[in-house]
């Protein structure tokens, strides 16, 4: 494949990664969720500390959305730069989260996702480095 070629389909693989980060954590398809990250991914941003490995990310997430009923994480503009086999990805994010102890309010996050990834030996790109930059909140009552 030309050089060219392999930059469009790095590039295309890696997006697919962040769609998928979202439609899966949106829909609770968290196998499919995991698959997005290296086992020994580290994840920042979230809280004081950083969360080493899937697993360990995987349970603060599933244990975090026991709050939001429901989702929608909408991916925004994208930054790529491609070296190799890793790649530094900034992605913005709006994320709604419908509140469980208050069904009429929503809160909306603002931020950008910046990841490090990595392609595996199955050819598959991966989040290596998961960090959580907040721009900022807000906290709406549902007006439908």
Not at 96 to 124: E, N
């Amino acid at each position: 494949m030309p050089a060219d070629a392999q930059f469009l389909a790095d590039r295309i693989a890696i997006m697919d990664v962040m769609v998928k980060y979202g439609t899966a954590v949106d829909a609770r398809e968290m196998e499919r969720y995991r698959s997005c990250f290296t086992e020994d991914v580290v994840v920042v941003g979230y809280g004081p500390e950083a969360m080493e490995g899937a697993d360990a990310y995987l349970d603060y997430v599933v244990t975090a959305l026991k709050n939001f009923p429901g989702t929608q994480h909408l991916m925004g503009n994208q930054v790529v730069e491609l070296d190799g086999d890793v790649a530094l990805v900034r992605t913005e994010v709006q994320a709604t989260h419908f509140l469980k102890d208050d069904p009429d309010a929503i809160m909306t996050l603002w931020a950008t996702y910046v990841d490090d990834m990595v392609r595996g030996s199955d050819g598959q790109w991966r989040i290596k480095r998961h960090e959580l930059v907040r721009r900022g909140s807000q906290r709406t009552v549902n007006q439908l």
